[in-house]
């Protein structure tokens, strides 16, 4: 793996380099100014992305509020990531993809029962991991709200048809993000395995903060 | 001076305004002349016009139909939905378009819980423009738009009208989840693009939706978020009639194996 390719353009020194692991969840504290730069190290594996003011965590990205104000679902390089009461959270300053989701929400055993069936519901899923990360750091199930998923496809039929469908990253693609605030960051690193988000087999993914 | 210098004049006052009617307000006890057939008065549960710019919140219990309706054709009316017994399941608007593989609610949609669940069904719609992408304006978009977005303003936003709204049932600023707005369209472009269809539409166009739990609802009503004229909002009609509890042969329970589930899982909560 070219390890050091993936620092390629970041502006700064890099104060924190770390591999999330398949599956798991990750919570970070970004500060104003940072860039925080999410690699898709092995290509297409959706990154479930959550933000929350660090000073005020009851104000937290808005997947809404953002869509409003660019008048587009997609995210892609100069979207800003809105709070729910409108102010600017982080800039998406670069990304090697073409465009990022906002609204196929996060899997959960719950919609999975909906999506695939009941024989679903032991298997690991994004809310699980939201919950995990946010309830150490005081927040609960109310908290969890519309997030970002960085490297996954869902795309709009023109009759209102939508699907999470084969995704158009690659490995070693990147998106690079500047905190406009002091932000929390909490990330599941999708586990899902009955539709093509993480071309059926979840990888690593790795994040590098510089200041 | 006043006239109302003593308490007894003062109540004199407050008592005389008794038997005032305006445009928008609640009707106690309900009372409707244009129910539909097989529901009698003895049913009603809620009658009110909100006014533009205004908001309410309700509980209703399951089985239960509301009907709203765009009096004069522009009203916006911004949803929130929570299970009243467990307001910390509440609509998950993501949930409810994939898991549906539709971005446009219309006749025969759920609005899905972040458990699984039907929260509430559209039993009938002749307005079929609705949103789920745009949520609601806030202080800061009002702002922009208006000069002024605050409650006590003349331009009040939909997610304060909202907070107060969630408040008069005990909750509060992380309970203000992303919402659908009723009644003021979008479609997305190919590209991603928000394309709005904001009207102004035909006066009177409606909506029933039929409560599948016992739900907590909060409607505000404000211009759409990305409406550009100025100021432009009508008052909404509320009206909710006690009904029964889905069949097991329901045509909207059975349309497609998700909306089966999401019965199913209902149920599992009432058995």
Sequence with gaps: MEQTAHLDGLPGRVIHDEMVPARAPWLHRVKAGETLRVVDVEGNQAVDFLLYATADDAERFSAQDTIAAQANIFLRTGSTLLSNEGRPMMTIVATSVDYHDMIGGACSCESNSLRYGHHTKSQHACVDNFLEANLRDGRGKRDIVSNVNFFMNVPVEADGTLGIVDGISAPGLTVDLRAEMDVTVVVSNCPQINNPCNGFNPTPVRMIVAA | ?271
Excluded at chain 2, 57 to 78: E, F, K, Q, T, V
Excluded at chain 2, 103 to 129: C, H, K
Excluded at chain 2, 158 to 174: P, T
């Design chain 2, 1 to 271: 001076m006043s006239a109302l210098a003593d308490p007894t004049a003062a109540r004199e006052h407050a008592r005389a305004m008794a038997g005032t009617v305006v445009e928008a307000m609640p009707i106690l006890p309900p009372r409707a002349d244009d129910l539909p057939a097989g529901v009698t008065g003895e049913d009603l549960l809620w009658e009110e016009t909100i006014a533009a710019g205004g908001y309410a919140s309700r509980a209703l219990p399951r089985g239960s139909r509301l009907r709203l309706i765009d009096l004069r054709g522009d009203a916006c009316a911004s949803l929130l939905v929570f299970n009243a017994a467990m307001p910390t399941e509440r609509l998950n608007i993501a949930d409810t378009v994939k898991v549906q593989w539709d971005a446009y609610p219309a006749a025969g949609s759920l609005l899905l819980s972040d458990m699984g669940r039907v929260l509430v069904s559209f039993e009938q719609d002749d307005a079929a423009t609705h949103d789920a992408f745009c949520g609601a304006s806030n202080a800061a978009s009002n702002s922009v738009h208006y000069g002024d977005g605050s409650n006590s303003g003349s331009h009040p936003n939909a997610r304060d009208r909202l907070l107060l709204g969630a408040a008069k049932h005990g909750l509060s600023r992380r309970d203000v989840h992303p919402c659908i707005n009723l009644f003021k369209g979008v479609r997305i472009g190919a590209d991603g693009s928000v394309i709005p269809n904001l009207g102004p539409f035909a006066p009177g166009r409606s909506l029933i939706l039929r409560a599948e739990m016992d739900v907590i609802l909060v409607i505000a009503n404000c211009p759409h978020v990305v409406d550009p004229r100025p100021w432009s909002v009508t008052p909404l009609r509320a009206t909710a009639w006690r009904g029964p509890i889905t069949a097991e042969s329901d045509p909207i329970r059975t349309a497609t194996p998700e909306r089966l589930r999401a019965f199913l899982n209902t149920e599992d909560l009432y058995r």
